[in-house]
């Protein structure tokens, strides 16, 4: 008789370290600036923490244009591959949105996905639409917006 067959266990996980309070509070009070002050208030905010991701994609979201958007999404990205890595992520694994560090990285897949269809790159488009359900399979989550309406 045998036991029972191990079919493996599910991919690994990876949350990412939490942003300093100092950053999310200046975020904050970034976003909540009035509008003609917003995107800058928000870039001041990546230039004192260009490695967080949750600022690229806030300034993303309030990007001047879709190629600014476009542009800030992708920097968001890479910073967010680079965060990941260091966290122990091997290229593969989950990265899920329930984890709220994680919530910055994905918001700039995400954005890239949306920036990617604004200007016509729909190979870029599908990769990230794809790559969002490999990183989490119940992805979109519930209650987020389309960067593209922001």
Known sequence: MTGPIDLGSAPPETALDPAPAAATTRLANALGAPAPARRDAVADVVRAFPEWSEAWAALGEVARDDIEAYACFRVGYHRG?????????????????????????????????????????????????LFLRQLDPVWPPTGLADPADR
């Open 81 to 129: 591959l680079d965060a990941l890595r260091r966290a122990g992520w091997r290229g593969s694994g989950y990265v899920r949105w329930r984890h709220p560090s994680n919530r910055g990285f994905l918001r700039c897949v995400d954005g890239l996905r949306a920036a990617a269809a604004a200007i016509g790159e729909a190979a870029e488009e599908e990769r990230c639409a």
